[in-house]
């Protein structure tokens, strides 16, 4: 504003106002007090407030931002030093090393040439029901039992070639990589024995028991527990290298890649761990669900009690307040106030099979990934679209994953059978009982499949 005596020139129309008035006669706007009046002083001190405010603002944005990337991204796993071996339970044509097959625990050996025929080759007797499946590598089979010993077998004959008896039960499938084997236990223990003679190597003990089975790669062996964390351990000495607190108990193990841990705990949550930071990577929400997640490429296939089927892209991050406004979108939902709860961050396909409930872990190979129920059915999907391929109906609850051996499916079954279906068509080739109770596990030799039975019998498939 302009002062002409005793009048008041608006600023905007140029109209000229009695000195005093507060608004333009002729255009209404806010007429602006003289220049060195009290009152510009003080809006003036004002602005400069606001304007200090505004940087201190952005300044303490710009380092919560950096705080939580540090926070993120920087963890234990950053300073401490490489592990002492680069010990892995690798996949190989003629060995099944952990449970799953491998660490990626897609329970698939597509490149097998050998179709088996159900017949049984031999049976060992194992003295006690079995802790978990079996594992084979280097023509010896080796499995646990609930009295506590480890056991391992030629898997030529099925011959006896040692035993290691610990004081609790075995409770996990062992895993094996280099000259040790690794496995859980009830009383909390993770155990390494040399393969060759069952001498024991080292010994970790969680607050919980242990029925993940582990896995093993570049030298670090990861496993979960019911004390709800997954530890991360030295190979080669045992000695703890970080651990995850999750808030359920972890009963499957944990699938391993070049990248995550992703870990299926009792928190009907799927938790993906940076495995070189120890920090989240983000969390899939999902039903309660018996096996473990496994990995095919860039994605994650998992399968929970609910009758759900799904694949997730791993490679996405969970951000700052992301889960927090999920949840309020949920809520949201819940009220009526959106029409829609938008997918979950990542998802490629979700199938659900209503009245069925999916035992295990789903089975993963070039093109289609495959799931068992405990109401006795086999499902294929087409691995990119999610659309069912086959079903196929056993009879009787699927007690094992499926498991890929060349074009066949492998399923062992609560009821003590197992039965292979064609990969292709769903089409039921052969079902034998071998006569040891309930299939517990399965691993895939050279030309031959691998089974515990419940009443302690451990069998040869050819």
Request: some cysteine; proline content about 5%.
């Amino acid at each position: 504003m302009s002062e002409t005596g005793a009048s008041s020139v608006c600023h905007v129309c140029g109209h000229t106002n009695a000195m005093g008035s507060r608004f333009c006669a002729g255009c209404r706007t806010q007429l602006l007090p003289a220049a060195g009046s009290p009152l510009v002083a003080r809006w003036r001190a004002r602005a400069r407030l606001r304007r200090t405010l505004v940087r201190a603002a952005a300044a303490v944005l710009a380092l919560l931002v950096v705080t939580w990337a540090a926070v993120e991204n920087i963890g234990l796993a950053h300073f401490l030093p490489d592990p002492a071996s680069d010990l892995t339970s690798e996949l190989q044509l003629g060995g099944w090393p952990t449970g799953g097959g491998s660490p990626l625990r897609a329970n698939a050996m597509p490149e097998a040439a050998t179709s088996l025929a159900g017949e049984v080759a031999w049976k060992a007797d194992l003295g006690a029901s079995p802790g978990g499946g079996p594992v084979v590598l280097e023509d010896v089979v080796y499995t646990g039992n609930v009295d506590g010993c480890m056991h391992a077998f030629s898997a030529s004959d099925g011959a006896p070639l040692w035993d290691r008896c610990l004081g609790a039960p075995v409770s996990s499938t062992p895993s094996i990589a280099g000259h040790l084997i690794y496995f859980g236990m009830l009383d909390g223990r993770i155990t390494a024995l040399d393969r060759d003679d069952g001498s024991e190597v080292w010994t970790f003990r969680a607050d919980a028991p242990v029925r993940s089975s582990p896995a093993v790669v570049d030298g670090v062996l990861y496993a979960g527990s019911s004390d709800r964390r997954l530890y991360a351990l030295d190979a080669l000495t045992g000695e703890e290298r970080w651990s995850f607190a999750t808030e359920g108990r972890i009963t499957s193990g944990p699938a391993v890649n070049e990248q995550l841990v992703v870990v299926v705990s009792q928190d009907n949550l799927i938790h993906f761990i940076d495995r070189h930071t120890a920090k989240r990577w983000f969390d899939y929400e999902t039903s309660l669900a018996d096996g473990s997640a496994a990995i095919a490429g860039d994605s994650v296939y998992a399968a929970d009690i609910s009758g759900t089927v799904r694949r997730v892209r791993w490679e996405n991050r969970q951000w700052p307040f992301e889960k927090s406004i999920r949840n309020i979108r949920r809520w949201m939902f819940r009220w009526g106030m959106l029409d829609e709860l938008p997918p979950q961050k990542g998802v490629v396909w979700v199938r659900q099979e209503r009245g069925e409930s999916f035992t295990e872990t789903p089975a993963v190979d070039s093109e289609r990934a495959y799931a068992g129920t405990a109401g006795g059915t086999v499902f294929a999907y087409d691995k990119q679209t999610g659309d069912t391929v086959w079903q196929t109906h056993l009879g009787t609850s699927a007690a094992t994953s499926p498991t890929v051996i060349g074009d066949e499916v492998v399923v062992g079954t609560q009821s003590g059978t197992i039965a292979s279906v064609d990969a292709a068509t769903g089409e039921i080739r052969w079902r034998i009982e071998p006569g040891g109770g309930a299939i517990l596990g399965v691993a895939v030799g050279a030309g031959a499949l691998y089974a515990t039975g419940a009443s302690g019998l451990l069998v040869e498939i050819r």
